[in-house]
């Protein structure tokens, strides 16, 4: 079983409806939350990022982290057309060297 | 502008004709890797390394090398490439690589082998 388990989607809403994005994951040493976003031919830059459980909002765009659950939220409010793109989710653990991503899932917003 | 420049941008070659890609960064980071991404299969970590001279390999390193000899430098080598690493590839660095480091990664590069 992969240790990050994300749906590829793709994923298509119009214009100012609200996205939600998820991954699961299995390795529970995970602390950090990270949200990438790609655009197509570019490389992913970091979106959103999240210790432990709780929540963190910025401008339209909320990361939510269920440790219990082991389940991770991206929401996007009054989504628009320039969010379309590929969303990935990573996790890393206090000591890991390497980000651990789900395969990404592409969005599309239409006007 | 801090930034990870990748080159070539798009690379076309045939089998067994040895090739590197060149990564460079300019933020003095510790921390370099190379990433390939494959539909359906996302990014997969092929090497890391630490800092100068530190290197180790990730999830998928057969068919590749790296070396480390200047912080900022951390080229891709592919000495016989197979049709099988025709992919996107992605070098990223960050300051230390571990927990919650913000990883900058560098336009990609596009690979096909014939």
């Known amino acids: 079983q992969k240790e990050v388990e994300q749906d590829p989607g793709p994923l298509s809403v119009p214009e100012g409806a609200i996205v939600s994005l998820n991954c699961t994951y299995s390795?529970?040493?995970?602390?950090?939350f990270m949200w990438y976003r790609q655009y197509s031919r570019k490389g992913p830059e970091l979106l959103m990022y999240t210790y432990s459980s709780g929540n963190k909002e910025d401008g339209r765009f909320t990361a939510q982290v269920d440790k219990s659950s082991k389940y991770i939220s991206l929401f996007i409010r009054d989504s628009q057309p320039s969010d379309s793109a590929t969303y990935l989710c990573?996790?890393?653990?206090?000591?890991?060297?390497?980000?651990?991503f789900g395969k990404g899932t592409s969005l599309l917003v239409t006007p | 502008e801090a930034q990870v420049t990748q080159n070539p941008r798009y690379l076309i070659t045939v089998t067994g004709k040895k090739l590197t890609v060149t990564c460079s960064q300019n933020m003095n980071h510790e921390y370099m890797s190379w990433y390939r991404q494959d539909p359906g299969l996302g990014l997969r970590q092929i090497y890391y390394?630490?800092?100068?001279?530190?290197?180790d390999k990730g999830d998928v390193p057969e068919g590749y090398k790296v070396s480390r000899k200047e912080k900022r430098n951390f080229p891709l080598i592919l000495e016989s490439p197979s049709p099988n690493q025709t992919s996107l590839y992605f070098c990223?660095?960050?300051?230390?690589?571990?927990?919650?480091?913000?990883?900058?990664f560098g336009s990609g590069t596009q690979l096909s082998v014939l």
């Open positions: 990223a660095s960050s300051q230390t690589g571990v927990g919650s480091e913000k990883l900058f």
């Open positions: 390795n529970s040493a995970f602390q950090y």
């Open positions: 990573a996790m890393n653990s206090n000591s890991g060297y390497a980000l651990n």
């Open positions: 390394s630490m800092n100068v001279e530190v290197t």
